[in-house]
């Protein structure tokens, strides 16, 4: 039906769908403007060059993120400077932060991992005292939110995926940009669109990052189901936490007072996890690594000349994590079995 109706409208570029996706996805996330993009690492790319942070500028970033969120900074010419984490909650740590700050440093990008929203209050007030801009990577979690504020619309410019893997996913590359400001929304979109003004001259040096009009369409119709997926995928992280909160061997990631986690992933630390790996494996139980290294350790950042243990929690929680089975339609009997071959493989090691 909405496939018929894409082939009849005959705007495959930027169309209606795209322009009604924008609308409601800002009226999701509580921002006035939202611009849809090529993907995720092309939104931060060009809110980076919205703000004109570039060569000489140094952008700070948690050291245990997607590498995407590292390459799009690099990619616009500006320093990634990568800082450690909380070894609670996972997520960059403020502390870690205010360290970094040089004359250099013009934002930080604080990143939701695993839909976990991070310290909002404690970064918006080290960016107040130091001018700088925040910039919100909410790739992992959209309709996350932090004291009654929904992650990506916290920073000035912040950006989400539509990865179809994401907890609201396309049929292939999709992200959004979304913001408050009218001045760097338009701006955006003229960046996505080679450069081309809204009166046709081309005065800026864009790049083609439009969402995909098909992508636009199909978002649009899961969008409405997004909340009640993200509970669904909490319900799943209540039982998981109920069950394995009492294995000591096992640690959970914490979730701020007053912040709404919604899931995206569910971690867990436990220091022989590929041989629990293997174990759920042969069970016919599917796991995977978020992440497997710390941004620094990849050897395409090894120009930035960090070493193995400059940030140590990043590079525990890389070689103890691992991602349970979390996606709406997992039924309770299987994530309670799940729990079961757990806590017997960890009774036997
Ligand atoms: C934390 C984070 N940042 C950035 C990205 C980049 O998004 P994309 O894959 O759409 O470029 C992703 C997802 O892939 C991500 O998980």
Redesign the pocket.
């Known amino acids: 039906m909405e496939f018929e109706q894409f082939y009849d409208d005959q705007e495959y570029i930027l169309g209606k769908g795209l322009e009604k996706f924008e609308q409601e996805y800002a009226k999701f996330n509580q921002v006035d403007h939202a611009i849809g993009v090529g ?6 790319f060009i809110i980076l060059k919205c703000l004109g942070i570039g060569k000489g500028d140094e952008v700070i970033l948690p050291a245990h ?2 590498i ?2 590292a390459l ?1 900074i690099q990619n616009a010419g500006a320093r990634p400077v990568l800082v450690d984490i909380d070894p609670d909650n996972l997520n960059i740590k403020p502390s870690a932060i205010e360290k970094s700050i040089t004359k250099q440093t013009k934002a930080i990008v604080p ?1 939701h ?1 695993y839909g976990n929203p991070c310290d909002m209050e404690a970064i918006l007030e080290l960016a107040k005292n130091k001018n700088l801009v925040i910039i919100e ?1 909410n ?2 979690a959209q309709g996350a939110s932090f004291q009654h504020k929904k992650t990506g619309s916290i920073g000035l410019m912040n950006f989400t ?3 179809p893997t ?1 907890n609201i996913g396309a049929l292939g ?3 959004m940009i979304t913001t408050n400001s009218k001045q760097f929304a338009e701006k955006a979109k003229v960046l996505r669109n080679y450069g081309k003004s809204m009166i046709g001259n081309y005065n800026l040096i864009g790049i083609n990052s439009r969402m995909d009009e098909l992508q636009a369409r199909l978002l649009l119709v899961k969008l409405k189901y997004l909340d009640k997926w993200n509970h669904e995928r909490m319900e799943i992280a209540s039982i998981y936490e109920s069950a394995l909160r009492e294995v000591d061997e096992i640690q959970l990631q914490s979730t701020l007072v007053g912040s709404n986690n919604v899931r995206h992933i569910f971690p867990v630390l436990y220091n022989k996890r590929d041989e629990l790996t293997k174990f759920l494996h042969s069970k016919g139980i599917d796991t995977l690594i978020h992440y497997e290294k710390p941004i620094h350790l990849n050897e395409a950042f090894s120009f930035l000349n960090h070493k193995k243990s400059h940030f140590p929690i990043a590079e525990k929680v890389c070689a103890s994590e691992l991602s349970l089975p979390i996606y709406p339609g997992l039924r309770k009997e299987e994530v309670n079995f799940i729990c079961d071959q757990i806590k017997w493989f960890i009774s036997k090691n």
């Open positions: 993907n995720g690492h092309d939104a931060l993120t997607f995407a969120t799009s990143v991992l990577d790739a992992q995926s539509f990865y994401k590359d999709a992200g």
